[in-house]
């Protein structure tokens, strides 16, 4: 599938009208960025994650189990979201998510959420508290710069602030990279309508560190969401969410 340069650059998980792709953002693959702090997980040469520092109370848990009982799906601008009781979001004032447990799952529900909200489809009003609140690492203000960029490109007449429209995308699962209670590693699977109502899928490499009692999500390699994501045509190894994502 081809893109056009301004879709490389935009940010967010939203797909845009029908035929076309609007952002590959939370869709990825690629390889784990650096973070401010010194990171937990690399890359090995056979794209196994290794520990590079730990604690006693830091234990490397490659996959932990995540249990969807509890969980709801909620309807996000026309893309179904997981909400948990115990795990978060527990603030969503403003059209905002904050508030995750220091759980696998707390980190996989940040880790959807935010990745989502970081994107130029909802408007300044929902990226920019977002990036500036939840997004770090080094790259986190071209990720600011380049999806104002992109939202000011597509939202013509509207007001500055004003949502570009609907979403067409589907969280379809994940899979885990890495976790520990300070940091965590997963790629996220997601769906769209291609050319010809083709569905492509594609997943986000998301990386998530524990910082000032949240989850926070580190930005992605240059400061955009094409940089850390990769079609795929194979479902093997992803969990899939339960029927409420789609």
């Not at 909620?74 to 905002?96: A, E, K, N």
């Not at 000032?212 to 194979?234: E, F, L, N, Q």
Request: hydrophobic fraction near 40%.
């Amino acid at each position: 599938m081809s893109r056009t340069r301004n879709e490389q650059q935009q940010g967010g998980v939203a797909w845009g009208r029908r035929g076309r792709v609007i952002a590959v953002a939370v869709v990825g693959g690629g390889v784990l960025v650096g973070m401010v702090v010194p990171p937990l997980f690399r890359t090995s040469s056979k794209g196994t994650p290794v520990i590079l520092r730990t604690t006693r109370a830091e234990q490397l848990v490659t996959a932990p189990q995540v249990s969807f009982a509890g969980v709801v799906w909620r309807d996000y601008h026309g893309i179904l979201l997981p909400y948990s009781p115990q795990d978060g979001p527990r603030d969503t004032g403003g059209d905002l998510a904050a508030g995750f447990a220091r759980t696998p799952r707390g980190a996989l529900l940040a880790g959807v959420h935010i990745a989502v909200r970081a994107g130029m489809q909802w408007g300044s009003k929902v990226f920019d508290p977002t990036i500036e609140r939840q997004i770090i690492g080094p790259d986190t203000d071209v990720l600011r710069d380049s999806t104002r960029n992109a939202y000011d490109q597509h939202r013509g007449d509207r007001p500055d602030g004003e949502p570009l429209g609907r979403g067409y995308a589907v969280l379809e699962g994940f899979r885990w990279l890495g976790y520990t209670p300070e940091a965590a590693s997963l790629d996220l699977l997601s769906a769209g309508p291609g050319d010809s109502d083709v569905t492509v899928r594609a997943v986000t490499r998301l990386q998530l560190r524990w910082q000032d009692g949240d989850w926070r999500v580190v930005a992605p390699p240059g400061g955009m969401w094409a940089g850390a994501a990769a079609p795929i045509t194979s479902l093997d190894g992803y969990v899939r969410f339960p029927n409420g994502s789609g």
